[in-house]
């Protein structure tokens, strides 16, 4: 089994930044890829970001240029820079790891952009 903690969820102004951490631990395959979606009140679970254990890089069109998502491979951890954070930004976010077998799904960490 496959375990992810999330930290660094907040509350920021809009045009802030915050820096979500995720690391995971248990039997983790090598070959994996790392990532974060989100979820706001009433709406469905959407992709943000995703890079993958040879570092490809994925991200959804409403984040490009203001989210950038890094990953230590020797600590399991991805990481979820947020810049530039607008109020629409304000969801649950959650960590995903996918080993090309299935998915695991941290917990989630709030995310409130707001003034």
């Known amino acids: 089994q496959v375990q992810l903690v999330e930290s660094g969820g907040g509350l920021v102004q809009p045009g802030g930044s915050l820096r979500l951490s995720c690391a995971a631990s248990g039997s983790i395959r090598s070959i994996n890829a790392m990532g974060w979606y989100r979820q706001a009140p009433g709406k469905q679970r959407e992709f943000v970001a995703r890079?993958?254990?040879?570092?490809?890089?994925n991200y959804a069109d409403s984040v490009k240029g203001r989210f950038t998502i890094s990953r230590d491979n020797a600590k399991n951890t991805v990481y979820l820079q947020m810049n530039s954070l607008k109020p629409e930004d304000t969801a649950a976010y959650y960590c995903n790891l996918f080993d090309y077998y299935r998915d695991y799904w941290g917990q989630g960490t709030q995310v409130t952009v707001s003034s």
């Open positions: 890079m993958s254990s040879d570092r490809n890089t």
